[in-house]
């Protein structure tokens, strides 16, 4: 296999990331909804932790991007 082949399937493999990213992300935000509507009082008191999560989600499909960045051009 050439090495050029074998960089981008690193690189694809390494971008799934950012699919799990995106699942995370709209799961957090639909559980915090849902929670929300049931519990009016308590939205408030939970948003913190709605963007901890978001933050951590996020950043973990950036990294996935970083090393398929890095992969592709290191």
Do not use: C, D, H, W
Not at 6 to 19: E, P, S, V, Y
Not at 42 to 65: C, D, K, N, V
């Amino acid at each position: 296999m050439e090495i050029e082949a074998a960089k981008q399937i690193g690189a694809g493999i390494a971008a799934l990331a950012l699919a799990g990213a995106g699942v995370g992300i709209g799961t957090i935000f639909a559980s915090y909804l849902s929670g929300a509507l049931r519990n009016p009082s308590a939205a408030a008191g939970q948003f913190t932790t709605l963007l901890i999560g978001f933050a951590l989600t996020e950043f973990t499909g950036l990294l996935g991007f970083v090393v398929a960045m890095i992969i592709l051009f290191g």
